[in-house]
């Protein structure tokens, strides 16, 4: 019997090229006034966002090729491997709590901890692999690397595979694994408060959830788990200053400290604001001239709103949601239940991350530092996005 080739879908990968192509764009024009600002010349983020994107597509080209099926045991080192460098990054944080302040209370001012894990931005979630006075890698620079981002990639791919096996049987869900499912879930939340990372930690629990929930696990234990959790994440707001802060800002709409801590958000509301119908024009951006702060990461969306106005954000809007219902589409029609999961993982953390960002770009929500998929300046996110594509795109052979 003559063997069926078995073929991608094509309008998926012609949506999500259209999609990084344009990011790419997007990067270099948010960013020119920065990076020659600051490095002198217009293309240093270009540059790196493209170094990114072509170790994104060497990623992307693996996992599209390399039958997703044997991918178990990669899922499971990568997941320890992410967990560790979490952990890593989250003990500064942890040596501010009571108890173990008296073990590591020195760790924090340590110059070696601080040079692979600094602080930036009052958060340790990035670990650099070159620090100062080690030599820097020639066009990389400092290899930063964000475990958050890491995790998110092989979150999907762990719980795809343990989610899998467990309904091997049917959905009857054994209390052993959701008592192992929870702990994981736990810990994950637990390292990303440390850090602190909330962006990451909404969207890892999101991601977790609803994959459980299309793997088919009892909606007894979401109505039991979801309000505990609830309540769990309720004292991180009210005892901490930082937090605290973060939300009155997000409830006054930035008009509480509009030259303080509502800064970023008002600027970016005001571009939001400039746009109008139909946009400044592309590349004419007034914001982009050091008035939102990394303007080329999370509040990128910004810029687009302010230079294609609210039509041309909509067909934005439009094509993105186009690649999302194909990936959809290919989660549906997959004939194995690994592949649904792969598909509706990757689909589920474009989405849940696509939400955290226009959310916090727009008001509706505080702001998390959650990047624009695809578009967002940043290697982390990009590499292990694009990764995820790949995978995606992968599974879309077997619908």
Not at 118 to 134: C, D, E, K, V, Y
Not at 182 to 207: E, K, R, W
């Amino acid at each position: 019997m003559k063997k069926t080739k078995k073929l991608i879908d094509y309008y998926l990968l012609f949506g999500l090229l259209v999609l990084l192509i344009f990011g790419t764009i997007t990067v270099y024009n948010s960013s020119l006034v920065a990076s020659n600002n600051l490095f002198g010349g217009q293309f240093y983020f270009l540059i790196h966002q493209l170094l990114w994107l072509f170790f994104g597509l060497v990623g992307g080209v693996f996992f599209y090729l390399y039958p997703y099926q044997k991918l178990r045991l990669f899922f499971k080192i990568g997941l320890y491997i992410s967990l560790f460098f979490l952990f890593l990054t989250g003990l500064g944080g942890l040596s501010s709590l009571p108890f173990f302040r008296l073990f590591l209370g020195w760790l924090p001012d340590n110059i070696l901890y601080q040079s692979f894990c600094p602080a930036i931005n009052g958060a340790r979630r990035w670990f650099i692999f070159n620090p100062s006075p080690l030599p820097a890698i020639p066009l990389l620079g400092r290899l930063n690397f964000q475990p958050a981002e890491a995790l998110k990639f092989f979150i999907v791919g762990y719980l795809s595979f343990t989610l899998s096996q467990a309904t091997r049987n049917g959905r009857n869900f054994p209390s052993v694994f959701l008592w192992r499912f929870s702990f994981l879930i736990a810990v994950i939340s637990g390292l990303l408060v440390l850090q602190p990372d909330f962006g990451s930690l909404l969207l890892l629990n999101s991601l977790s959830f609803g994959l459980a929930f299309l793997a088919g696990v009892p909606l007894w234990y979401f109505s039991l788990l979801l309000p505990l959790g609830t309540l769990a994440g309720l004292p991180l707001i009210l005892f901490s200053d930082y937090r605290r802060a973060r939300l009155l800002t997000f409830l006054s709409g930035g008009s509480q400290d509009p030259l303080g801590k509502g800064y970023q958000i008002s600027q970016v509301l005001i571009a939001l604001g400039s746009g109008g119908w139909f946009g400044l024009g592309f590349g004419n951006s007034r914001q982009k001239h050091g008035y939102i702060p990394e303007v080329a990461t999370d509040s990128i969306f910004a810029i687009i709103g302010e230079e294609l106005g609210w039509v041309g954000t909509v067909v934005f809007l439009v094509i993105y949601f186009y690649v999302l219902f194909r990936g959809l589409a290919v989660s549906r029609n997959c004939q194995d239940n690994v592949g649904k999961l792969l598909a509706g993982g990757v689909v589920l953390w474009i989405f849940s991350q696509l939400v955290l960002n226009l959310g916090a770009v727009t008001a509706l929500i505080p702001f998390t530092g959650v990047p624009l998929p695809m578009i967002s300046y940043g290697g982390s996110s990009l590499i292990f996005i694009v990764s995820g594509l790949g995978l995606l795109l992968n599974v879309s052979k077997n619908s």
